[in-house]
Protein backbone atom coordinates (compact mmCIF):
# COMPACT_ATOMS: atom_id res chain seq x y z
CA UNK A 1 0.00 0.00 0.00
CA UNK A 2 1.16 3.49 -0.99
CA UNK A 3 2.32 6.00 1.48
CA UNK A 4 -0.13 8.24 0.13
CA UNK A 5 -2.90 5.31 0.27
CA UNK A 6 -2.28 5.23 4.16
CA UNK A 7 -2.43 8.35 4.94
CA UNK A 8 -5.40 8.94 3.23
CA UNK A 9 -7.30 6.30 5.13
CA UNK A 10 -5.47 7.03 8.29
CA UNK A 11 -7.00 10.68 8.23
CA UNK A 12 -10.51 9.46 6.83
CA UNK A 13 -10.50 6.89 9.81
CA UNK A 14 -9.51 9.65 12.09
CA UNK A 15 -12.55 11.32 11.07
CA UNK A 16 -14.51 8.13 11.28
CA UNK A 17 -13.29 7.02 14.72
CA UNK A 18 -15.70 7.03 17.63
CA UNK A 19 -15.58 9.41 19.96
CA UNK A 20 -15.14 6.88 22.60
CA UNK A 21 -17.03 9.10 24.97
CA UNK A 22 -20.35 11.12 25.58
CA UNK A 23 -20.22 14.47 24.72
CA UNK A 24 -19.36 17.05 28.07
CA UNK A 25 -22.82 18.02 29.71
CA UNK A 26 -23.87 21.55 28.81
CA UNK A 27 -23.62 21.89 33.04
CA UNK A 28 -19.85 21.46 32.29
CA UNK A 29 -19.26 24.49 30.40
CA UNK A 30 -15.53 24.51 31.42
CA UNK A 31 -14.73 20.91 31.42
CA UNK A 32 -12.50 19.98 28.81
CA UNK A 33 -9.05 17.84 27.59
CA UNK A 34 -6.58 18.97 25.15
CA UNK A 35 -3.33 17.88 23.59
CA UNK A 36 -1.19 21.04 24.88
CA UNK A 37 2.71 19.30 24.06
CA UNK A 38 2.99 17.05 20.98
CA UNK A 39 6.43 15.62 20.31
CA UNK A 40 8.60 18.97 20.13
CA UNK A 41 12.72 19.07 19.67
CA UNK A 42 13.22 19.72 23.07
CA UNK A 43 10.38 16.86 24.25
CA UNK A 44 10.72 14.11 21.70
CA UNK A 45 8.35 11.61 21.87
CA UNK A 46 6.60 13.78 24.49
CA UNK A 47 2.71 13.76 24.67
CA UNK A 48 1.08 16.81 27.29
CA UNK A 49 -2.78 16.11 28.10
CA UNK A 50 -4.35 19.35 29.91
CA UNK A 51 -7.83 19.31 31.59
CA UNK A 52 -10.05 21.70 33.22
CA UNK A 53 -12.72 21.01 35.26
CA UNK A 54 -15.13 23.43 36.73
CA UNK A 55 -16.46 23.51 40.41
CA UNK A 56 -20.04 21.74 41.13
CA UNK A 57 -22.69 23.10 43.76
CA UNK A 58 -22.01 21.81 47.04
CA UNK A 59 -18.56 22.27 46.27
CA UNK A 60 -16.94 18.51 45.90
CA UNK A 61 -13.69 17.58 45.10
CA UNK A 62 -12.46 17.02 41.56
CA UNK A 63 -10.58 14.39 40.84
CA UNK A 64 -9.18 12.98 37.34
CA UNK A 65 -7.57 10.06 35.37
CA UNK A 66 -5.80 10.71 32.60
CA UNK A 67 -5.32 8.10 29.95
CA UNK A 68 -3.80 7.89 26.61
CA UNK A 69 -5.10 6.35 23.47
CA UNK A 70 -3.73 5.13 20.13
CA UNK A 71 -5.25 4.65 16.74
CA UNK A 72 -5.58 1.47 14.80
CA UNK A 73 -5.55 2.24 11.11
CA UNK A 74 -6.39 -1.65 10.65
CA UNK A 75 -9.48 -1.87 12.89
CA UNK A 76 -10.25 2.24 12.37
CA UNK A 77 -10.93 2.44 16.09
CA UNK A 78 -9.11 3.99 19.38
CA UNK A 79 -7.53 2.02 21.37
CA UNK A 80 -5.76 2.34 24.99
CA UNK A 81 -1.97 2.63 25.23
CA UNK A 82 -1.59 -0.50 28.01
CA UNK A 83 2.15 0.22 28.12
CA UNK A 84 4.91 2.53 28.10
CA UNK A 85 2.81 4.36 31.50
CA UNK A 86 -0.18 5.55 29.23
CA UNK A 87 -2.27 5.72 32.19
CA UNK A 88 -0.98 8.22 34.99
CA UNK A 89 -3.85 6.96 37.33
CA UNK A 90 -6.51 9.21 39.65
CA UNK A 91 -5.76 11.95 41.14
CA UNK A 92 -7.31 15.00 43.10
CA UNK A 93 -7.26 18.11 40.85
CA UNK A 94 -9.15 20.69 43.17
CA UNK A 95 -10.77 20.84 46.30
CA UNK A 96 -14.14 22.45 44.90
CA UNK A 97 -13.97 26.03 45.33
CA UNK A 98 -13.09 27.10 41.87
CA UNK A 99 -12.62 25.84 37.96
CA UNK A 100 -8.83 23.95 38.09
CA UNK A 101 -6.65 23.29 35.68
CA UNK A 102 -3.88 20.25 35.79
CA UNK A 103 -2.46 17.86 33.39
CA UNK A 104 0.02 15.41 32.46
CA UNK A 105 3.30 14.47 30.05
CA UNK A 106 3.42 11.16 29.05
CA UNK A 107 6.64 10.08 26.70
CA UNK A 108 7.27 7.23 24.36
CA UNK A 109 10.07 5.74 22.75
CA UNK A 110 10.56 7.54 19.12
CA UNK A 111 9.00 5.16 16.66
CA UNK A 112 10.61 3.25 13.65
CA UNK A 113 11.89 5.51 10.96
CA UNK A 114 8.83 5.70 8.34
CA UNK A 115 6.59 4.49 11.27
CA UNK A 116 3.94 6.87 12.88
CA UNK A 117 1.47 6.82 15.73
CA UNK A 118 -1.39 9.17 16.30
CA UNK A 119 -2.08 9.63 20.32
CA UNK A 120 -4.87 11.30 21.89
CA UNK A 121 -6.13 11.77 25.80
CA UNK A 122 -8.95 9.83 27.20
CA UNK A 123 -10.53 11.86 30.60
CA UNK A 124 -12.64 10.65 33.52
CA UNK A 125 -13.24 13.09 35.83
CA UNK A 126 -14.92 12.32 39.17
CA UNK A 127 -16.63 14.85 41.96
CA UNK A 128 -16.46 13.20 45.10
CA UNK A 129 -17.49 14.25 48.70
CA UNK A 130 -15.50 12.23 50.43
CA UNK A 131 -14.68 8.84 49.20
CA UNK A 132 -18.36 9.20 47.30
CA UNK A 133 -18.62 10.06 43.54
CA UNK A 134 -21.76 12.83 42.89
CA UNK A 135 -20.91 13.09 39.41
CA UNK A 136 -18.57 12.24 36.72
CA UNK A 137 -17.79 12.60 32.88
CA UNK A 138 -16.09 11.05 30.20
CA UNK A 139 -14.42 12.90 27.00
CA UNK A 140 -11.51 12.90 24.50
CA UNK A 141 -9.17 15.73 24.18
CA UNK A 142 -10.10 18.00 21.49
CA UNK A 143 -8.62 21.53 19.75
CA UNK A 144 -9.80 25.11 20.64
CA UNK A 145 -8.64 25.82 23.89
CA UNK A 146 -5.54 27.48 23.30
CA UNK A 147 -4.28 30.36 25.35
CA UNK A 148 -1.68 32.85 24.12
CA UNK A 149 -1.30 34.21 27.56
CA UNK A 150 -1.21 30.96 29.49
CA UNK A 151 2.93 29.11 28.90
CA UNK A 152 0.16 25.86 28.96
CA UNK A 153 -2.10 26.19 26.81
CA UNK A 154 0.18 28.15 24.21
CA UNK A 155 -0.81 24.38 22.17
CA UNK A 156 -4.12 22.84 21.58
CA UNK A 157 -4.86 20.07 20.06
CA UNK A 158 -7.43 17.12 19.97
CA UNK A 159 -4.66 14.28 19.29
CA UNK A 160 -1.20 13.71 18.48
CA UNK A 161 0.84 12.61 15.71
CA UNK A 162 4.26 11.42 16.51
CA UNK A 163 6.49 10.89 12.95
CA UNK A 164 10.07 9.48 12.15
Known amino acids: MSRSVLTVLVVAGLALAPAGAPAKPAAHANLWATVNLCDTPSKPGAVGVRVSIPRERGAPRQWARIRL ?14 SSGGDAGWARFG ?4 VVQGGTTFTFPPPKPGA ?3 LRGLVDVEWRVGTRVVDRARMT ?6 DGNDPQRR ?4 S ?3 TR
Not at 69 to 82: M, T, Y
Open 69 to 82: QWFDGGKLAWRLVR
Open 95 to 98: IGTR
Open 116 to 118: RIV
Open 141 to 146: TTAGHR
Open 155 to 158: VSRS
Open 160 to 162: CEI
